[in-house]
């Protein structure tokens, strides 16, 4: 995926079909990066004692549509249209695949409960570079329907 789906940004976009500014902030959970041991057995004389670890950005639990105010619908459908512009389809979007936490991962976690909520994307295991308008055009009707944002687009 390209860079800017993992940088924080600041600020406010239109993401159209929407037609409302949403905040900008990363799409998708930070990667820090891929281990594995030195020594699988760890002294123990145990094959594959060890495993690798993937170490990922934790991005909190999922959406209940129902529940989000009408910005936080529209950041939410942002997430996807911020894909699509770069040329990939999710392929799984769903609300399972959109998470929420208070504040956002760079804030002191004592002052997160004070700030917004922040939203990250997930599951891209279905994921493929886009190769039409009308498989885009129906992602986006789904996420429309899911968050209820028909008369918005």
């Known amino acids: 995926f390209p860079d800017h789906f993992f940088e924080h940004w600041n600020g406010y976009n239109v993401m159209p079909p929407l037609h409302d500014p949403v905040p900008i902030g990363a799409l998708c959970p930070q990667f820090y990066g891929y281990y594995t041991p030195d020594d699988p057995t760890d002294g123990t004389n145990h094959p594959n004692y060890l495993s690798p670890i993937l170490l990922l950005e934790c991005c909190g639990e999922e959406i209940n549509p129902d529940e989000l105010c009408i910005d936080d619908k529209q950041e939410c459908a942002s997430l996807l249209f911020r894909f699509h512009h770069a040329g990939w389809l999710h392929e799984s979007f769903a609300a399972r695949n959109i998470l929420w936490q208070q ?18 994307l997930i599951d891209f ?29």
């Open 103 to 120: 504040g956002k991962p760079t804030e002191w976690p004592i002052q997160r409960a004070f700030s917004t909520k922040s939203f990250r």
């Open 125 to 153: 295991g279905r994921s493929r570079k886009m190769d039409s308008s009308l498989t885009r055009a129906s992602e986006e009707d789904t996420a429309l329907r899911l968050l209820h944002l028909l008369h918005h687009a």
